[in-house]
């Protein structure tokens, strides 16, 4: 008897050796193993240079009301390998042309029981690993709905993690440092209230982009690529055995997705690097998602603009016109005969002050925010028709500013906020599209505060993600960009939609303003491992007055803040202080003024997660180099050697850096300026300090 075991077992492990599947990236340095378990559950596992990334863990869907889900009983019908390699060229981005190269796996398999199928498509990249599910068409499998994705993540490792808590409706938070280990102790202090919308799930549950960090040196970043008609993915960690798995974001019926064959999920994404800088390079996300369906994009333009927002943040000025009403009805209510409060921001006065100021000093545009009827109670009361998008308050001349804008060669930026109410949006998104049209706005800003209606929905559900597609798609037919706050955050569709060319999705700037807790110093040198990694954020920088006027304060030097210009990728950058501010410090000043928007080439000099990132980067179609470093809280030196700069050129470096005496929370406008001449055999040292960092333009010297 014991000897049949012994044959059956040895049958068995070598039935699944024959099942085993391999591929290896074009570098040869990461490997991905795939099998079947004895009872036909697909496994996965990954290593790096011969260093386990990931052990062997289970990929599967459950599913609801339905007798068997799609978590075992496979067989391998099918495989296929093959290798794709090509060049493309983003319409923005930091760098002028992207290598999507990569070597895939495609395994085909076929549940018994029900005779269903199901394809896991792998892609193995130099620089990581993308994986989905698809489902073909076929009669056993039409509709579905998932009750929970079981994708695992089994760690090797208690590794250094870098997170935020899972949460249905906001990634607002700051970032928590801590071993997987200590997940769950940490979720109370780092699940900080004040979020206008927050629903936590798990002790352990944690967002991605997840950036991790072994003991022994290997940089591991989990995330998804491609989320379109799909919810929103977060990782719940089973922190005995350092398991990851998938969390879905549930919909109003608790339902995970509901799904049509033929269709697909995202990719689930990891990245893999002994390197932290080349983690930030990374272009593995972007690769992941289809190219442009915007044939036509010569209308999609990088922008540097100023707004009539910071002073509504920081309590200086309101977004409402009037404080006579405790409520106020579209259509119904009469603004013309309401006395206004004198603190409404979005004049036409104030914002002509906006557009000189712009004109200038060589910004592209002016956002103004507060500029349509609905401001007077539109948060908090679950309020469906709460705006129109088109018609102003008495105090905003819509077309007169937009002529006077034009003038001066400044466009507008459109705001439009729905309170969550999505679709109110949608019905009136047509004409709110065409009125921009109309005065020639060709970007707008939108935002989700607040709860989702219809109540119970999430904002990182399947059906806000469908809308918040629905709102890029349809901007592009307007030839429209789009700026999105408050929505999911970004998985590299800006591929596919190139008019996507910027989201919030993460804790910002305005945070400084809002006292509290407010970002922590080394907040940002974590972002650009995280939320970054999906997409370019709209932090909104540029911060000189750290005091802010409603008692709040900036953990920030000026130094800090210039370099957010380099550090923090965007196509969209603000200078989001008031105009007398940068007016104070003019000098300052001249680097936001300076600094490029769209790049030719990016160089990632010194990074480490939490502590300092140091990049330079190439103006488009220039030999003029913009560098930034930002710095957490405890003070460094950096050593930079110019290396990245054309042999034979000298350059003018401009450097713009703290004072030794500065500090983020004593001293935060504390900084000197000075020139040097520069050649690629140049080396620099620069102190930064706690919260700072330093800027330098490094501009071609003509002979």
Same mark, same amino acid.
């Given at each position: 008897?014991?000897?049949?075991?012994?044959?059956?077992?040895?049958?068995?492990?070598?039935?699944?050796?024959?099942?085993?599947?391999? *591929?290896?990236?074009?570098?040869?340095?990461?490997?991905?193993?795939?099998?079947?378990?004895?009872?036909?559950?697909?496994?996965?596992?990954?290593?790096?240079?011969?260093?386990?990334?990931?052990?062997?863990?289970?990929?599967?869907?459950?599913?609801?009301?339905?007798? =068997?889900?799609?978590?075992?009983?496979?067989?391998?019908?099918?495989?296929?390998?093959?290798?794709?390699?090509?060049?493309?060229?983003?319409?923005?981005?930091?760098?002028?042309? &992207?290598?999507?190269?990569?070597?895939?796996?495609?395994?085909?398999?076929?549940?018994?029981?029900?005779?269903?199928?199901?394809?896991?498509?792998?892609?193995?990249?130099?620089?990581?690993?993308?994986?989905? +599910?698809?489902?073909?068409?076929?009669?056993?499998?039409?509709?579905?709905?998932?009750?929970?994705?079981?994708?695992?993540?089994?760690?090797?490792?208690?590794?250094?993690?870098?997170?935020?808590?899972?949460?249905?409706?906001?990634?607002?938070?700051?970032?928590?440092?801590?071993?997987?280990?200590?997940?769950?102790?940490?979720?109370?202090?780092?699940?900080?209230?004040?979020?206008?919308?927050?629903?936590?799930?798990?002790?352990?549950?944690?967002?991605?982009? !997840?950036?991790?960090?072994?003991?022994?040196?290997?940089?591991?970043?989990?995330? #998804?690529?491609? !989320? *379109?008609?799909?919810?929103?993915?977060?990782?719940?960690?089973?922190?005995?055995?350092?398991?990851?798995?998938?969390?879905?974001?549930?919909?109003?019926?608790?339902?995970?997705?509901?799904?049509?064959?033929?269709?697909?999920?995202?990719?689930?994404? *990891?990245?893999?690097?002994?390197?932290?800088?080349?983690?930030?390079?990374?272009? !593995?996300?972007?690769?992941?998602?289809?190219?442009?369906?915007?044939?036509?994009?010569?209308? &999609?333009?990088?922008?540097?603009?100023?707004?009539?927002?910071?002073?509504?943040?920081?309590?200086?000025?309101?977004?409402?016109?009037?404080?006579?009403?405790?409520?106020?009805?579209?259509?119904?209510?009469?603004?013309?005969?309401?006395?206004?409060?004198?603190?409404?921001?979005?004049?036409?006065?104030?914002?002509?002050?906006?557009?000189?100021?712009?004109?200038?000093?060589?910004?592209?545009?002016?956002?103004?925010?507060?500029?349509?009827?609905?401001?007077?109670?539109?948060?908090?009361?679950?309020?469906?028709?709460?705006?129109?998008?088109?018609?102003?308050?008495?105090?905003?001349?819509?077309?007169?500013?937009?002529?006077?804008?034009?003038?001066?060669?400044?466009?507008? %930026?459109?705001?439009?906020?729905?309170?969550?109410?999505?679709?109110?949006?949608?019905?009136?998104?047509?004409?709110?599209?065409?009125?921009?049209?109309?005065?020639?706005?060709?970007?707008?800003?939108?935002?989700?505060?607040?709860?989702?209606?219809?109540?119970?929905?999430?904002?990182?559900?399947?059906?806000?993600?469908?809308?918040?597609?629905?709102? %890029?798609?349809?901007?592009?037919?307007?030839?429209?960009?789009?700026?999105?706050?408050?929505?999911?955050?970004?998985?590299?569709?800006?591929?596919?939609?190139?008019?996507?060319?910027?989201?919030?999705?993460?804790?910002?700037?305005? +945070?400084?303003?809002?006292?509290?807790?407010?970002?922590?110093?080394?907040?940002?040198? *974590?972002?650009?491992?995280?939320?970054?990694?999906?997409?370019?954020?709209?932090?909104?920088?540029?911060?000189?007055?750290?005091?802010?006027?409603?008692?709040?304060?900036?953990?920030?030097?000026?130094?800090?803040?210039?370099?957010?210009?380099?550090?923090?990728?965007?196509?969209?950058?603000?200078?989001?202080?008031?105009? #007398?501010?940068?007016?104070?410090?003019?000098?300052?000043?001249?680097?936001?003024?300076?600094?490029? &928007?769209?790049?030719?080439?990016? =160089?990632?000099?010194?990074?480490?997660?939490?502590?300092?990132?140091?990049?330079?980067?190439?103006?488009?179609?220039?030999?003029?180099?913009?560098?930034?470093?930002?710095?957490?809280?405890?003070?460094?030196?950096?050593?930079?050697?110019?290396?990245?700069?054309?042999?034979?050129?000298?350059?003018?470096?401009?450097?713009?850096?703290?004072?030794?005496?500065?500090?983020?929370?004593?001293?935060?406008?504390?900084?000197?300026?000075? =020139?040097?001449?520069?050649?690629?055999?140049?080396?620099?040292?620069?102190?930064?300090?706690?919260?700072?960092?330093?800027?330098?333009?490094?501009?071609?010297?003509?002979?």
């Amino acid at each position: 008897m014991k000897q049949s075991f012994l044959i059956a077992t040895v049958i068995l492990l070598f039935f699944n050796i024959i099942k085993a599947q391999q *591929i290896k990236s074009p570098n040869q340095e990461l490997q991905m193993d795939f099998s079947l378990q004895s009872d036909g559950t697909p496994i996965y596992s990954l290593n790096y240079k011969n260093k386990v990334v990931i052990k062997p863990s289970k990929l599967g869907l459950e599913l609801k009301n339905d007798a =068997k889900s799609l978590l075992n009983d496979f067989t391998i019908i099918d495989s296929k390998t093959t290798t794709f390699d090509e060049i493309w060229k983003p319409v923005w981005g930091e760098v002028a042309s &992207i290598r999507n190269h990569y070597n895939e796996l495609e395994v085909t398999l076929n549940q018994k029981e029900t005779d269903r199928q199901m394809i896991i498509r792998f892609r193995l990249f130099d620089d990581g690993l993308g994986f989905r +599910y698809e489902f073909p068409q076929q009669k056993n499998l039409v509709y579905f709905t998932i009750k929970e994705e079981r994708t695992q993540f089994a760690m090797a490792g208690n590794h250094t993690a870098y997170w935020i808590p899972g949460d249905y409706d906001t990634q607002e938070y700051n970032y928590t440092t801590s071993k997987l280990s200590e997940i769950r102790t940490s979720m109370e202090k780092a699940y900080t209230t004040g979020n206008v919308s927050q629903t936590s799930f798990s002790p352990t549950g944690v967002q991605t982009s !997840l950036m991790m960090k072994s003991a022994d040196g290997v940089y591991i970043n989990l995330h #998804e690529a491609a !989320l *379109i008609n799909y919810s929103c993915m977060h990782l719940n960690l089973d922190d005995k055995n350092f398991v990851f798995e998938s969390w879905l974001t549930p919909d109003v019926n608790g339902d995970k997705g509901r799904m049509q064959a033929p269709c697909h999920s995202p990719w689930r994404t *990891i990245i893999v690097s002994d390197d932290a800088r080349e983690i930030l390079a990374s272009k !593995l996300t972007y690769n992941l998602n289809e190219p442009s369906k915007i044939k036509e994009t010569s209308w &999609i333009k990088p922008t540097k603009y100023v707004g009539v927002w910071w002073e509504m943040i920081s309590g200086k000025s309101s977004w409402s016109y009037t404080d006579e009403f405790p409520a106020v009805q579209l259509g119904v209510t009469d603004f013309t005969k309401a006395k206004p409060n004198g603190r409404h921001g979005a004049t036409t006065a104030n914002v002509k002050r906006y557009i000189d100021f712009a004109a200038k000093n060589g910004f592209d545009a002016v956002l103004v925010e507060g500029w349509n009827t609905g401001w007077e109670d539109w948060f908090g009361n679950a309020k469906d028709y709460v705006f129109d998008f088109v018609t102003p308050y008495p105090d905003f001349d819509l077309k007169g500013l937009n002529e006077y804008a034009h003038s001066k060669g400044i466009k507008l %930026i459109m705001h439009h906020e729905t309170s969550g109410s999505m679709r109110n949006y949608e019905r009136h998104m047509d004409e709110a599209y065409k009125l921009m049209k109309q005065y020639g706005y060709d970007a707008v800003k939108s935002g989700y505060v607040g709860n989702i209606l219809p109540l119970g929905e999430t904002h990182y559900s399947q059906w806000s993600n469908n809308h918040y597609q629905y709102a %890029i798609e349809k901007a592009a037919d307007y030839q429209i960009m789009v700026n999105a706050h408050e929505a999911v955050r970004p998985t590299g569709i800006a591929r596919t939609y190139p008019n996507l060319i910027g989201n919030e999705a993460a804790r910002g700037t305005e +945070y400084q303003a809002f006292g509290g807790e407010r970002n922590h110093p080394n907040h940002v040198t *974590i972002l650009p491992f995280t939320r970054l990694i999906g997409g370019p954020m709209d932090y909104t920088p540029g911060i000189f007055q750290m005091d802010v006027t409603n008692g709040s304060h900036v953990n920030a030097t000026i130094a800090n803040q210039l370099a957010l210009y380099v550090t923090m990728y965007s196509p969209l950058q603000m200078a989001a202080d008031f105009p #007398e501010n940068y007016e104070r410090f003019a000098d300052a000043f001249q680097f936001i003024k300076d600094v490029a &928007i769209d790049w030719d080439d990016s =160089k990632y000099l010194e990074a480490e997660p939490g502590q300092y990132i140091t990049v330079a980067r190439k103006a488009k179609g220039t030999n003029n180099w913009f560098l930034g470093n930002v710095n957490g809280e405890t003070p460094r030196t950096s050593n930079i050697d110019f290396g990245f700069l054309e042999k034979g050129k000298q350059y003018e470096a401009t450097i713009y850096a703290d004072a030794k005496e500065a500090h983020y929370k004593t001293n935060p406008q504390a900084y000197n300026i000075r =020139k040097i001449t520069v050649s690629n055999k140049s080396k620099l040292s620069q102190l930064s300090v706690p919260g700072g960092g330093y800027a330098i333009s490094i501009i071609e010297i003509k002979k």
